[in-house]
């Protein structure tokens, strides 16, 4: 059954350093999610991004996240310059379709983020 | 804005019982989705059920159903001859119609299924 991968699983960086978490969508998927689970508290969404555009994204979507498919498969998030605060786990999910009997969205397995 | 709210953080039940969790939300919009996720400690998401806030029919998908309440704005998951592998955190979501996919979670409720 396709899923949605992750890479790493975990990545350690230092304040201030600029991080890229890697996803690969399912194939024949066209709408692409980050989300993050900071420690303890709820799944928190990030971004939506359709035909190479972010569809919408939250406050917490600064200027210092920035996401991309670079090619037809990879779907990337950025995070320029890694505060003390951005540690978490960060979700990446799909799906057919933002809306109708097509919109389940499957999530891949996440990777934690430990910013020191 | 919308919000969902889950007003159990914990919850146990003996294997082969029934267990409901809840979930109310707030929102001005008549046409939306919820959704039940479930979170095994290996900790990738995975959809329970699903429901469309225009179809009355409460979902059922197995030993899972729903009680969907549209005018209370209520969405509560029932669990029915639970089984030590529902153990997991299960949140709540909303979605709003549209092209976006927007998914705003609940705090999540953690099942433990004892034996």
């Known amino acids: 059954e396709p899923e949605v991968t992750q890479t790493p699983s975990h990545q350690v960086t230092q304040m201030g350093q600029e991080v890229i978490l890697r996803c690969v969508p399912i194939?024949?998927?066209?709408?692409f999610y980050w989300y993050r689970q900071i420690l303890g508290q709820k799944v928190e969404f990030l971004v939506s991004?359709?035909?190479?555009?972010?569809?919408?994204k939250s406050e917490i979507f600064d200027d210092q996240f920035s996401v991309e498919r670079p090619d037809g498969s990879n779907f990337t998030l950025k995070i320029r310059s890694t505060k003390l605060e951005d540690s978490a786990m960060y979700f990446c999910?799909?799906?057919?379709?933002?809306?109708?009997?097509?919109?389940?969205?499957?999530f891949g397995p996440g990777t934690r983020l430990t910013v020191l | 804005a919308q919000t969902v709210t889950q007003s159990q953080p914990e919850m146990s039940v003996q294997e082969a019982e029934t267990v409901t969790l809840s979930c109310t939300y707030d929102t001005s919009e008549n046409n939306y989705y919820l959704f039940w996720y479930k979170q095994p400690p290996s900790r990738q998401m995975i959809l329970v059920i699903r429901q469309e806030a225009y179809k009355q029919q409460n979902a059922t998908e197995n030993r899972f159903s729903v009680n969907f309440q549209k005018a209370a704005k209520s969405f509560s998951l029932k669990i029915s001859d639970s089984q030590l592998g529902d153990t997991a955190m299960y949140f709540c979501a909303f979605m709003k119609h549209g092209n976006t996919g927007k998914l705003i979670f609940g705090q999540g409720t953690t099942l433990q299924v004892k034996p």
């Open positions: 194939s024949n998927h066209l709408y």
């Open positions: 999910a799909s799906s057919e379709r933002a809306s109708g009997v097509m919109n389940e969205q499957f």
């Open positions: 991004f359709y035909n190479n555009e972010i569809s919408e």
